[in-house]
């Protein structure tokens, strides 16, 4: 399970009436100290707390089931791994989970509580990370595909079990399972495999270069995080058309991506993805291109447009590719 795509801090507005039953409650803020911020749920019995049974589940409305996920996620043996298990309770909405917050999990029938955190010392280790989960909550999750560290080897890491070269694309707060690697490609289209990793059939992906230590205007908010490069991302079902307006890098149909740090709201649409300079794409070691890649180079596709360095791929220093820009008129 990997679709946390932005951070964010969770905040509980206030205690709920029912669901403290059998544990102990602290506050915590992201530098792990305690405050007046996220209430969780300490010791024997709350959601996300070692299990074997049903009944050593206390934390949460009494009148929905509790469940132990014993071994794995759901107690599927297909699913991720619980080291210790994994106390968790049947949920209609965040009020049935005590502190915890009621989770729609990937083809489940019923939602799940699973803990809340904010910070890399409010799971418990090792097995589980504090992983972002929307754009102001994190909950406790087994990390087993969790597979990198975003601040390590220049946001580098080893992809599938051939090695190719891949980026750490952070998932949680944690450093140390706190990230999933994704294929690094060639900008263009048609260049990334579908992922295998995601089941049959695999889904198509498409190709956006990325700077993990940015925000969504282009400002340095988390510099530990190294990866400036192309990844290969899922693609969305509905992808937007060139010109559209959009918010997420992702939106945009495989070739184009999101011209997020535009000054002006109305400027952020899909762009054509293009390559600076003399649009030639670095060949890195154990880079994969699939048969069939149209690889893009410094041509944009509308009348007048140049290769601009919208996406601050050529401001940045310490990146192998710096070459990637978006096609703007001037």
């Not at 905040?11 to 059998?22: E, N, Y």
């Not at 909550?137 to 969790?146: S, T, V």
């Not at 893009?296 to 401001?315: F, Q, R, W």
Request: hydrophobic share 30%.
């Amino acid at each position: 399970m990997t679709t946390w795509t932005t951070k964010g801090l969770a905040v509980v507005a206030g205690l709920f009436l029912i669901g403290l039953i059998g544990c102990d409650t602290t506050s915590s803020n992201t530098d792990g100290g305690v405050d007046a911020g996220l209430v969780v749920c300490k010791g024997d019995g709350c959601i996300g707390a070692p299990c074997a049974k049903p009944a050593d589940c206390t934390e949460g409305n009494p009148s929905q089931a509790a469940t132990c996920w014993v071994g794995t996620i759901l107690n599927n043996p297909k699913l991720l791994p619980t080291p210790d298990g994994y106390c968790s309770r049947e949920c209609d909405s965040d009020a049935d989970c005590g502190t915890g917050k009621c989770y729609t999990l990937p083809n489940a029938t019923k939602r799940y509580c699973m803990a809340r955190c904010d910070a890399t010392n409010t799971c418990r280790k090792p097995g589980y990370s504090c992983a972002f989960d929307g754009a102001t909550d994190a909950i406790c999750f087994p990390n087993a595909n969790f597979d990198c560290n975003p601040t390590a080897n220049e946001g580098y890491c080893d992809y599938g079990v051939d090695k190719y070269i891949g980026g750490c694309v952070r998932v949680a707060y944690d450093d140390d399972h706190g990230g999933v690697c994704h294929l690094q490609c060639k900008l263009g289209t048609n260049t990334c495999p579908p992922d295998n990793r995601a089941g049959t059939p695999a889904p198509p992906q498409q190709c956006l270069y990325v700077d993990a230590g940015l925000d969504s205007r282009g400002n340095i908010t988390n510099p530990k995080d190294k990866l400036r490069a192309n990844i290969c991302f899922r693609q969305t079902a509905a992808p937007k058309t060139p010109g559209s307006q959009c918010t997420n890098l992702g939106e945009c149909q495989d070739g184009y991506e999101c011209d997020l740090y535009a000054a002006r709201p109305e400027s952020r649409i899909c762009r054509a993805l293009c390559v600076q300079g003399d649009g030639v794409q670095l060949d890195l070691p154990g880079l994969f291109v699939p048969a069939g890649a149209k690889i893009a180079n410094n041509t944009c596709p509308g009348a007048g447009e140049v290769c601009s360095d919208s996406l601050l791929a050529g401001a940045r220093v310490g990146a192998r590719d710096r070459t990637a820009g978006l096609c703007l008129a001037p």
